[in-house]
């Protein structure tokens, strides 16, 4: 029963993040996530954490894109358009890039998983049926 509570809370944050709409408690369900891995255990976990992933590696890559896209001073931009130098560049990337990579790899790790216990979960159901 906890493990859909968990969800609920989960969908609930994605909705209201990509909706627009302001909560009440808008913090990243990192740690609800660490607190649910305790008290859930296993493998049951591993939804919540597939969701987490892809959710915030999506939400952070728009973010790169942009910084990467900016162009450097004097290359006909005028003091109204967006420049950044390539130290300023840098200390943005070295802020935002964790932000993207830890839960990228969270995401190929848990998919990876995923797949896994699906794949042997099907050859399984077609064994019973043989």
């Not at 029963?1 to 969908?11: Q, S, V």
């Not at 995401?107 to 896994?116: C, E, F, P, Q």
């Given at each position: 029963?906890?493990?859909?509570?968990?969800?609920?809370?989960?969908?609930s944050y994605l909705v209201c993040q990509h909706s627009g709409?302001?909560?009440?408690?808008?913090?990243?369900?990192?740690?609800?996530?660490?607190?649910?891995?305790?008290?859930?255990?296993?493998?049951?976990?591993?939804?919540?954490?597939?969701?987490?992933?892809?959710?915030?590696?999506?939400?952070?890559?728009?973010?790169?894109?942009?910084i990467l896209s900016l162009p450097p001073p004097g290359t006909?931009?005028?003091?109204?358009?967006?420049?950044?130098?390539?130290?300023q560049r840098l200390i943005l990337l070295s802020g935002y890039?964790?932000?993207?990579?830890?839960?990228?790899?969270?995401?190929?790790?848990?998919?990876?998983?995923?797949?896994?216990?699906?794949?042997?979960?099907?050859?399984?159901?077609?064994?019973?049926?043989?």
């Open positions: 029963m906890m493990f859909l509570e968990y969800f609920r809370y989960l969908c709409k302001v909560r009440k408690s808008s913090h990243p369900p990192g740690p609800l996530l660490i607190h649910s891995a305790q008290n859930l255990g296993g493998k049951k976990i591993y939804p919540l954490l597939l969701i987490y992933a892809v959710e915030a590696a999506t939400t952070t890559l728009p973010c790169l894109v942009y006909g931009t005028t003091t109204f358009d967006s420049a950044l130098t390539f130290e890039a964790p932000f993207f990579l830890v839960p990228l790899i969270m995401l190929l790790d848990i998919g990876g998983r995923v797949y896994k216990l699906v794949s042997k979960g099907l050859k399984m159901e077609a064994e019973k049926w043989e």
